[in-house]
C-alpha cells in the first residue's frame, strides 16, 4: 500500500473518530439545560433579536419601546384595522360580501349528473 493511501486512512480514522466522540459530547450534554445548549440558544436568539430601527422619520433607534412603537405603527397601517385598502369601514366591507355570496348563483348537480 502507498504511504498516501496510509497517511489518508489515518486521517480518515482520526476524523471518523473525532466526529464520534463530539457526536457522544453533545448527546450527553444536550438533554440538560448547561452552558453548551445555552450557548447555542443564545446565538439563536441574538440573531431573531431586534436591536436597532430606523423610524419612518428616517432615524436610527436602538430604544426597545421606540422599536415596539414602530413595529406596532407598521403592522397598523399595513393591515388598516380601521378601514380597508378600499377606504371602507370593517362594518361596510362586511356587508358587502355577505350581499355578494346571498346572490351568488352556484351552480348544482342533479342527482342523475352526480351519479354520472
Do not use: K, N
Given at each position: 500500500m502507498s504511504t498516501r493511501r496510509q497517511l489518508a486512512e489515518l486521517l480518515e480514522c482520526k476524523h471518523?473518530?473525532?466526529?464520534?466522540?463530539?457526536?457522544?459530547?453533545?448527546?450527553r450534554h444536550a438533554i440538560k439545560g448547561d452552558k453548551l445548549l445555552a450557548r447555542i440558544?443564545?446565538?439563536t436568539q441574538n440573531r431573531a433579536q431586534?436591536?436597532?430601527?430606523?423610524t419612518a422619520q428616517g432615524k436610527i433607534t436602538q430604544f426597545p419601546k421606540e422599536i415596539t412603537d414602530e413595529f406596532e405603527k407598521f403592522y397598523t397601517k399595513l393591515y388598516n384595522t380601521h378601514k380597508g385598502n378600499d377606504g371602507q369601514s370593517p362594518t361596510t366591507r362586511q356587508a358587502a360580501i355577505?350581499?355578494?355570496l346571498t346572490n351568488l348563483q352556484q351552480n348544482t348537480l342533479t342527482p342523475v349528473e352526480?351519479?354520472?
Open positions: 471518523t473518530r473525532t466526529i464520534q466522540r463530539s457526536r457522544a459530547f453533545f448527546y440558544l443564545r446565538g431586534v436591536h436597532t430601527i430606523r355577505i350581499e355578494y352526480a351519479e354520472e
